[in-house]
């Protein structure tokens, strides 16, 4: 253990070109010249692509949205340099400190996707050039471009939310090794019958999405997308459950020991990886019934295997990134308690540990919360509002039910899914008790991994009757 001091600061002094003092003036023309062509420039190049029919290619179009960019990158820093050369006020705020970095961020992150999917759309052009109408249309781009942008600035609204997250008041912290779980401290008469109860839960979790995993994958009449996205889910949560489950079942048993800091960010980090994994998941088998009941022309077109793998692949890269910058924003904090008041190490109750004021920390869960909830969310409601929409308009009632039988399933999972991560993530900290909380922590982390094989094995004909082929019975 250590203790660190920590001086309150309410603005910053940039050093800039201080050794090179008796050259600042020639520095100063310097980089005026080079930021008013670099200005020029850009400003020349979006024009012209704007207004030469001629360049309105796909190309273009990024080079244009690539020169927006740089000229707002160079304006967000430039400036101030300049005005730091000619012996101006080098003093920034905290809040314009953070504003800079902010954009400085953004607008970088964006330069540097911009740079690879123009990249992707020589590719496309000079190894693909018969479909390259098709695969990078206007709508492709647009939808890219946007994305980008987007991307760029929620993972510099991240960072500089962590940044400024640090502690920066003076005080002395007692930084601590490890942390041990309080668990069901609470329920100690009853930890035997808890122990017993999720064990069994934990079985035939493991063992009906191992099932599900093996029959999808031996049966060829389950080859399909739908059935594709069901066992990467299950997949993810097994691992899930095997990151939380087996910790907490030894702690029922009185065998808890102290976790370091290291292992509790490992497990924050998976645990987080997989849960948005899993949300993106199940967003991503909407839209494989959306398209399958309101495009079914075209669902083979849409839901190709590169179009599923793309949509796995996104899936896990969105979960990779935020859980990195998640746990890294919570254990750059300093801590003080031990004792955490969960059987797993998740967000809120170890940030409850830290010495330091964590209403930044806290900002950034809800922000992460609200993107990775209500957002997936929306857009799975979307899909079975315009898929339900499109039920009703089929004739025959044969035909209704059978829609309707395709997307039960799912909708069973995605309301008890996204309920729980609602109630656990949106709900104000103080609303619920610690026993509270951990029982609708059990719900998301033992209940909801079991529904996948039990929903989808004992809801789902086409499942049953593989289940069926492979143990050599016929179809009643």
Aim: aromatic share 12%.
């Amino acid at each position: 253990m250590k203790t660190v001091n920590h001086t309150e600061v309410r603005h910053f002094v940039f050093q800039g070109f201080s050794n090179f003092h008796e050259h600042q003036l020639t520095l100063f023309t310097v980089f005026l010249i080079v930021y008013v062509l670099t200005l020029a420039g850009n400003v020349i190049i979006v024009t012209i692509i704007r207004i030469d029919h001629h360049l309105h290619t796909p190309m273009y179009f990024f080079l244009s949205v690539l020169s927006t960019s740089e000229t707002f990158y160079s304006l967000v820093i430039i400036p101030r340099m300049l005005s730091g050369l000619v012996g101006l006020s080098q003093s920034i705020s905290l809040v314009g400190c953070g504003t800079q970095l902010f954009f400085f961020l953004g607008f970088a992150i964006t330069n540097c996707f911009l740079l690879a999917v123009m990249g992707f759309d020589r590719y496309v052009a000079i190894c693909n050039p018969l479909r390259y109408s098709i695969i990078m249309n206007w709508r492709v781009c647009a939808i890219l471009a946007s994305s980008i942008c987007a991307s760029g600035f929620v993972l510099s609204l991240i960072q500089a939310v962590a940044i400024f997250g640090l502690p920066m008041e003076r005080d002395n912290h007692t930084w601590v090794s490890e942390f041990t779980f309080q668990g069901f401290s609470s329920f100690r008469e009853h930890q035997i019958i808890l122990f017993v109860m999720f064990l069994a839960l934990y079985v035939f979790t493991l063992a009906g999405n191992v099932v599900i995993v093996t029959i999808i994958s031996v049966d060829r009449h389950l080859h399909t997308p739908m059935y594709f996205f069901l066992s990467m889910l299950s997949a993810s949560e097994t691992a899930y459950t095997l990151v939380i489950i087996p910790k907490m079942l030894c702690n029922l048993l009185g065998l808890s020991r102290p976790i370091s800091l290291a292992g509790c960010a490992t497990q924050m980090f998976f645990f987080l990886t997989l849960a948005i994994n899993n949300c993106f998941l199940l967003t991503a088998m909407g839209y494989d019934r959306y398209v399958a009941i309101c495009n079914p022309l075209r669902y083979t077109v849409l839901m190709n295997k590169t179009a599923c793998i793309q949509l796995v692949g996104g899936a896990c890269s969105i979960g990779l990134i935020v859980a990195t910058t998640q746990v890294l924003a919570v254990f750059r904090l300093p801590f003080c308690a031990t004792k955490v008041a969960h059987f797993f190490c998740d967000i809120r109750p170890v940030m409850k540990l830290s010495c330091v004021d964590t209403t930044a920390n806290e900002i950034l869960t809800v922000i992460i919360s609200v993107l990775l909830i209500l957002v997936p969310m929306g857009l799975v409601f979307i899909s079975y509002v315009l898929i339900i929409s499109t039920i009703l308009k089929i004739p025959s009632a044969q035909g209704r039910k059978k829609a309707f039988a395709t997307c039960a399933s799912h909708l069973t999972v995605v309301v008890i899914h996204y309920g729980c991560a609602s109630i656990a993530y949106l709900k104000p900290k103080s609303e619920n008790s610690r026993d509270q909380d951990q029982l609708i922590s059990v719900t998301y982390t033992v209940i909801t991994p079991l529904l996948n094989p039990v929903v989808y094995t004992l809801r789902n004909k086409e499942v049953k009757e593989a289940l069926l082929r492979a143990t050599g019975r016929k179809l009643s």
